[in-house]
């Protein structure tokens, strides 16, 4: 090299290089895997060792802290741990304690008390005339029951309900009616409300009688009479759809 030249003496060069010394190749080894948490170092809040670990490093200490913990488990007294307590429930929005009895107990009351409720408003909606009319279909049934099979043409039963039916084209269907009741009247109590006895009213949708002082003019807005009238054109569709889908039957 050159007088006054810094620069150290490079490799491959023909002169005085070969009083330069070797360059020696470093070579970078991987650290060394810090060791298990026994020697003392810091540990995590998992209970692992900080820093590096090796796959069997790491499954040793895990099974070690596994079995630690399960020591620990079985030396805790019960009273402190909870074995073999029964499940506390609370209430979601109080946070008071409930027994699961008590609670199923109440629930089912109150289902019973809705149910009873709900039977006693329907049965204050009813009139006396619907109650009187199904506790006598129940006694007709209880007593169909009871009778054969086959009704004959002499069964006295069949007969008379069929008496009873009054045709609206039936020349004494009015002689009928006033028959049937004056004898309606007679078997009323004597305290029992007046009922209406004037011409046959229009009908309405829940079946609702005119007051016994109504004097026959109906001064509603004919909404009712729409209502039935919409109702049968609704029926009468209705069955002739079902004779037309089986006319090539």
Known sequence: PREGD????????????????????????????KKDAEAGGPKMS??????????????????KLKAEKTAAAAAMDPA????????????????????????????????????REEREQFEWGRGTKQKQDEAAARAELRAVASQPFARTAEDAGLEQM??????????MAAYMRGKR?????????????????G???????????????WDGVDRGNGWEGKLQNAAA?????????????????
């Open 6 to 33: 810094a620069d150290p003496p490079r490799a491959g060069r023909s002169g005085d290089d070969d009083d330069a010394p070797p360059i020696q190749k470093v070579a970078f080894a991987r650290a060394a895997p």
């Open 46 to 63: 998992s209970g692992h060792a900080a820093g590096v670990l090796s796959g069997s490093q790491f499954r040793d200490a895990e099974a």
């Open 80 to 115: 402190a741990s909870g074995a073999g307590q029964a499940t506390i429930y609370r209430d979601k929005r109080t946070g008071k304690r409930v027994d699961v009895a008590d609670e199923a107990a109440r629930i089912e009351q109150e289902r019973e008390a809705k149910a």
């Open 162 to 171: 069929r008496r009873d039916v009054i045709h609206d084209d039936d020349p």
């Open 181 to 197: 009741e004056k004898t309606e009247a007679r078997a009323r109590p004597a305290d029992a409300r007046s009922v209406y006895k």
């Open 199 to 213: 011409p046959t009213p229009p009908p309405n949708r829940f079946g609702i009688r005119p007051g016994y002082r």
């Open 233 to 249: 054109q609704a029926t009468g569709r209705k069955n002739d759809k079902y004779a037309w889908s089986c006319a090539d039957m």
